[in-house]
């Protein structure tokens, strides 16, 4: 089944809302290393796509790129556009989630690659992002450009509350 990826302007975070909350509640169920903890309500995951992601795209701040296989919403990634005065050249990488049902088909591969590529067209010279260290994505980063800056020890909660975890901050010139 084809793969595409696409930007998800406000119109289509509100269209594909149960699709993105399906994503993020089961992939953080999974342990995926984004910033929430399991269980993840579908009320607490509603509010982040409508009440935090939603008002930035709406303004501009945040692009959201979703990957659809077939007609199924798959995974997003977030490019965080809006950057300090100084630092107009930069973008950050957030919330790389692609549905566990889906993973291993190139999914995240294809998103960076969108990502990467809408960067560009931005203007913006350098991307960065943090990853759990040692997660699975970490050599998708590497493999499609990013280096590493650094290693900050017991940076966050796994998802489940057991273990503290590294985070591995990395960069990729545009």
Same mark, same amino acid.
Request: net charge neutral; glycine share 8%; charged share 25%.
């Given at each position: ?98 549905? *566990? ?17 809408? =960067? ?32 900050? *020890?017991?940076? =966050? ?18």
């Amino acid at each position: 089944m084809e793969i595409s990826v696409f930007e998800l302007d406000a119109a289509a975070v509100r269209r594909h809302a149960e699709a993105l909350c399906e994503i993020l509640t089961d992939s953080v169920a999974e342990g995926a290393a984004i910033g929430f903890m399991a269980p993840l309500s579908r009320q607490d995951a509603a509010s982040f796509w409508l009440d935090t992601v939603l008002p930035e795209v709406e303004a501009g701040r945040r692009l959201l790129l979703g990957a659809r296989r077939g007609d199924e919403l798959v995974g997003t990634v977030q490019l965080l556009t809006a950057m300090p005065p100084n630092q107009p050249h930069r973008c950050e990488v957030a919330k790389m989630i692609v549905h *566990p049902g889906a993973r291993r088909l190139g999914i995240g591969r294809r998103l960076m690659t969108g990502a990467i590529e809408r =960067a560009a067209r931005s203007g913006k010279t350098l991307m960065t992002l943090d990853t759990r260290t040692g997660d699975v994505a970490e050599p998708l980063y590497r493999s499609v450009g990013f280096e590493v800056a650094g290693v900050i *020890p017991d940076f =966050a909660w796994d998802a489940d509350g057991r273990a503290l975890h590294a985070t591995t901050y990395m960069f990729r010139r545009v």
